[in-house]
């Protein structure tokens, strides 16, 4: 895996990649920025032992140009852009190491913001601003906005109203059976809104934390053992709120969706997936299009965090959700192309504007 263009294709089209080392204190971390056409490039540091540092470069690229889209199509004035940190968090992590971190992320002057990611939490992130300004997803003591699986949640949601709409005429779960793979923060959100619009909930999860909380809050959540007997029951959505790569070859043969809407990110196992669910007549809305509320929330701190006006953002999901659907339709395309193309869009007309010369 190289970054650069070398044999005339566009290997990775990334802008910059910056490796950043810090002997004392071990750190040794990955920043893509994959475009600024938008603005300065927003997304998560993931702190993760990779089995090598081509495994690690591999999946910033990946991430990183995965933000684009994402921050693209959730409206923002931000480009793409990811940061990796090479170790495992248990062992490695130290205030020293975030901070030296930090120092990197401030040298390049606010062309990429980080925030959360796997790995990293609001708490490092108060760590990782004594050293720049260039950072969201921090604590409510320190200013920032906090947890933000409650607006992924909430556009989670919308996202499934929308595909809702476009599958049954009417934008409501009400009546339906949804199966949601993973009651974590964001599951947990999502359950408690799909409850309140009157759907039926069916849910699983490996923590038995989770399950006990289901059944104390909310005991008309019917509790199935595994994925497995999630995907294969009578249900009308599968939301996927766990890890990623939860739509493989075999689930794809079995589920008995009629929608697929949920916050995992990656839940495409490999390329090609969409187009068999989309032969299996299965609605598949591209996570991260319905999974944008929370760099939506952090966007926001950016600007000094006020929830109402984040919340309004994350609620244009249920618009933009029903423009992809019905352009899939319209260029017999699935949805997961279209939306790739409306980000593309966006960050070609808007992008284009830099280069009216201002004086
Ligand atoms: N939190 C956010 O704001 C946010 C934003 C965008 C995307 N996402 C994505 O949404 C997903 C969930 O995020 P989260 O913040 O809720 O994480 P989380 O760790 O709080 O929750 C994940 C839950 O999934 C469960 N789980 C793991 N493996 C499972 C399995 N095989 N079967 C069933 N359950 C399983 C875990 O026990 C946990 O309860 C992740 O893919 C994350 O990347 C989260």
Known sequence: MGVFD???????GHE????????????KAIIGIYSTALGPALGGTRFY??????????????????MAYKNALAGLDHGGGKAVIWGDPALAKSEALLRAYGRFVESLSGRYYTACDVGTY???????ARETGYVTGRSVEHGGAGDSSILTAWGVFQGMRAAAEHAWGSPTLSGRTVGIAGLGKVGKYLAGHLLSDGAEVIATDVNEAALAWARATHPQIRLVPDTAALITSDIDVYAPC??????DDDTVQVLRATVVAGGANNQLAHPGIEKTLA?????????????????IQVADEIEGFNFERAKLRATGIFDTTGRILALA??????????????????MAEVGRLRSIYLG
């Open 242 to 247: 766990a890890l990623g790569g939860a739509l």
């Open 329 to 346: 339709d319209e260029e017999g395309v699935s949805p997961a192309v279209a939306a790739d193309r409306l980000a593309e869009q966006r």
């Open 6 to 12: 070398t044999d005339g294709t566009d290997a990775s």
């Open 122 to 128: 609001v708490l490092d992130m108060d760590v990782v």
């Open 279 to 295: 032969e299996r007549g299965i609605l598949y809305t591209p996570d991260y299009v319905v999974n944008a509320g929370g760099v």
């Open 49 to 66: 032992p990779y089995p090598s540092e081509e495994a690690a470069l591999a999946d910033v690229l990946k991430l990183s140009r995965g």
């Open 16 to 27: 910059q990649v910056v490796f950043c080392q810090d002997r004392q204190t071990g750190l």
